[in-house]
């Protein structure tokens, strides 16, 4: 049994601490807390025994914690970071490369500049195998995670045909959750978007892809907005959604208005944390224009990594299969039962 330790229990963190627990495969040694706050109580009545850095332990002095984050790093094989963007660099330096220890880094990292984490950004559909080896890999974030579902079933079907993709990612300000972060009355541009890089990483630099972004008021979901070109006529709406019928990770809902109803229904299908783990989507919104496809998903943002981080844990750790890996995965997400759940409910009438 291999031992796992998750450092940073916020949005990221508790949800992988949460599924990987039933992993039998897996040993949580436990997960690292920065502040003394009342999450460490749920960490601890979750049954997580909780580490701190340890210049930071007298602060934790009215807290059950089981000791420094250093020990903990010395007694596992694999770490999970989750701390916020950024951290997860100075995290390597100061303490996973000294004590030598596998880690996984998250979306809000680099795989480029003098602070990349890795040379490699994971997208388990494009490259899972080549996370093999590796000691430090970085999962993308859940913008790139999902635009990777999109893209890479186009062009394996479609290859040369395929011109140009031009995206708008509407992304989310804040999660449901982060009740401390307030959601601003404003829509915001960000110039120079990380996720066109970081997606050209797992895609290939020569990935006609073109992306803007903006960032609205609201905590529910990201929406991506797509053209796809093709050299001569688009294909047909109908033979684009049968692309992604059979793939893992992605919903195709008929009748969903918006965000905030698709994660309702999740929470009223009682799905861990409200997520969907998945991308969905809206098949009443694609549309086939001479030799363009336009199409809308939206992404779970929370939900999405969580599966991926599994993946990405047992290619690393295990070197399995892929299917071995997906199949394992499955037993501890249900993605399969979800995705037919939500495709029922959001049928075409
Ligand atoms: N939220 C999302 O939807 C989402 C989706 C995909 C990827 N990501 C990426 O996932 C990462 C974590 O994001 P998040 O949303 O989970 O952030 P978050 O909710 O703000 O949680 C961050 C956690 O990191 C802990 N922390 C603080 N300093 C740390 C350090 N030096 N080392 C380790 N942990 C530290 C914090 O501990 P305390 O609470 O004890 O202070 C907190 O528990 C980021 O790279 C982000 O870009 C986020």
């Known amino acids: 049994m291999k031992r796992v330790f998750i450092n940073g229990y916020g949005s990221i ?25 009342d999450k460490v109580e749920d960490a601890v009545s979750r049954g997580f025994d909780v580490y701190v850095p340890q210049k930071k332990i007298d602060s934790f002095k009215n807290y059950k914690i089981k000791g ?19 951290t997860g660099y100075t995290n390597k330096k100061q303490l996973y490369e000294p004590k030598g220890v596998m880690a996984i880094y998250q979306g809000g990292e680099s795989v480029f500049g003098e602070e990349r984490v890795s040379d490699l950004l994971f997208n388990s559909r494009v490259n899972y195998k080549e996370a093999f080896g590796k000691k430090h ?6 913008n790139v995670t999902g635009m990777g579902r999109i893209l890479q079933p186009l062009r ?38 990380h996720h066109q890089d970081d997606v050209k990483s797992y895609m ?30 688009a294909p047909n709406p109908s033979e684009i959604l049968d692309l992604y019928r059979d793939e893992y990770g992605v919903a195709t809902l008929w009748t969903a ?31 086939k224009i001479d030799d363009t496809i336009k199409m809308v998903y939206s992404d779970d943002q929370t939900g999405i990594v969580i599966p991926e981080n599994h993946k990405l844990m047992q290619a690393m750790l295990f070197q399995k299969p892929y299917d071995e890996a997906l199949a394992h995965t499955e037993t501890l997400f ?3 039962e979800k995705k037919k759940s939500l495709e029922e409910f959001f049928a075409k009438k």
């Not at 040694?29 to 502040?35: E, I, W």
């Not at 007694?75 to 989750?82: G, K, P, S």
């Open 156 to 193: 394996e079907k479609f290859s040369t045909r395929l011109i140009r993709f031009d995206a708008i990612l509407v992304r989310r300000w804040a999660d449901i959750e982060q009740t401390e972060k307030t959601v601003p009355d404003t829509i915001e541009w960000s110039p120079n978007p």
């Open 204 to 233: 290939g630099q020569d990935t006609p892809l073109f992306i803007q972004a903006i960032k609205v008021p609201t905590r529910q979901m990201h929406v991506h907005m797509m053209s796809i070109r093709f050299k001569d006529s």
């Open 137 to 142: 890999v970085m999962q993308g974030s859940c």
């Open 68 to 86: 420094s984050i250093e020990e903990a790093l010395s007694n596992c094989d694999l770490v999970i970071d989750c701390s916020p963007g950024g």
């Open 257 to 287: 208005k918006g965000t905030k109803q698709i994660r309702d229904a999740a929470e009223s299908m009682k799905f861990s944390f409200k997520d969907t783990n998945m991308i969905h989507i809206h098949a009443n919104m694609i549309e």
């Open 334 to 336: 249900h993605m399969q």
């Open 13 to 37: 963190g508790n949800r992988i601490a949460q599924f990987i627990k039933d992993d039998p495969q897996i040993k949580i040694v436990g997960v690292g807390k920065f502040s003394a706050d």
